[in-house]
């Protein structure tokens, strides 16, 4: 069954260093996400991007986050300059029209 | 501001068991509704998802979906212990914006 992949699987980084978390969605899915989950709490919509654009994103989603598709099977989240509280799991997750999302295995950050 | 609503558990039933998970929804425009299972440190993955009023099962589980009461359930029968996890409950509007929101979870542990 085809799946999204995302690598790495964890990062640890140090405050102010700039980050980018790496996604393959599954090949025939034209939506792609970013969520992220705060260790314990609920799992938080970031970006949304369809047709090469971001559709939508969220407050969290500020100056800091930039998102790309570099090479049309590659999806990728870019932190700039990370802070403590960006320490979460970033889950990519893509989709058909309409359809359930489906999530990758996450990759789990650390900002010390 | 849309929300998903659910009793964070965590919910005891033994083995064998019927274990209820319900959850409720703010956005009177979801019209389409997801119920996830996350085990600890991993993603979320799709167990379900229901469009329209009733019942829908499969396999095991049934999920509820009453649009009039905003409310979503998820029945889960012949409880086992790998049936422990987090169960999440996720509610999207159809066309436009379809960003999932997601409630904090319910915490299921099924004891043999």
């Known amino acids: 069954e085809p799946e999204v992949t995302q690598t790495p699987s964890h990062q640890v980084t140090q405050m102010g260093q700039e980050v980018i978390l790496r996604c393959v969605p599954i090949?025939?899915?034209?939506?792609f996400y970013w969520y992220r989950q705060i260790l314990g709490q609920k799992v938080e919509f970031l970006v949304s991007?369809?047709?090469?654009?971001?559709?939508?994103k969220s407050e969290i989603f500020d100056d800091q986050f930039s998102v790309e598709r570099p090479d049309g099977s590659n999806f990728t989240l870019k932190i700039r300059s990370t802070k403590l509280e960006d320490s979460a799991m970033y889950f990519c997750?893509?989709?058909?029209?309409?359809?359930?999302?489906?999530f990758g295995n996450g990759t789990r950050l650390t900002v010390t | 501001q849309k929300e998903v609503e659910q009793n964070s558990g965590p919910l005891s039933v033994p083995e064998g068991a019927i274990a209820s998970l319900n959850c409720t929804y703010s956005?009177?425009?979801?019209?389409?509704f997801f119920w996830y299972r996350q085990y600890s440190g991993k993603s979320p993955e799709l167990i379900m998802s229901?469009?329209?009023?009733g019942d829908k099962e499969d396999g095991r589980f049934t999920a509820q979906l009453n649009k009039a009461s905003q409310y979503v359930s998820l029945l889960i029968r012949d409880s086992q212990p790998s049936d422990s996890a987090t169960y999440l409950c996720?509610?999207?509007?159809?066309?436009?914006?379809?960003?999932?929101?997601f409630g904090r979870g319910t915490s299921l542990i099924v004891h043999p």
């Open positions: 090949s025939n899915h034209l939506y």
């Open positions: 997750a893509s989709s058909a029209v309409n359809s359930p999302l489906h």
């Open positions: 991007f369809y047709n090469n654009e971001i559709s939508e």
């Open positions: 996720a509610a999207a509007s159809s066309g436009g914006s379809y960003i999932p929101t």
């Open positions: 956005d009177r425009g979801s019209q389409s």
């Open positions: 229901i469009y329209s009023n």
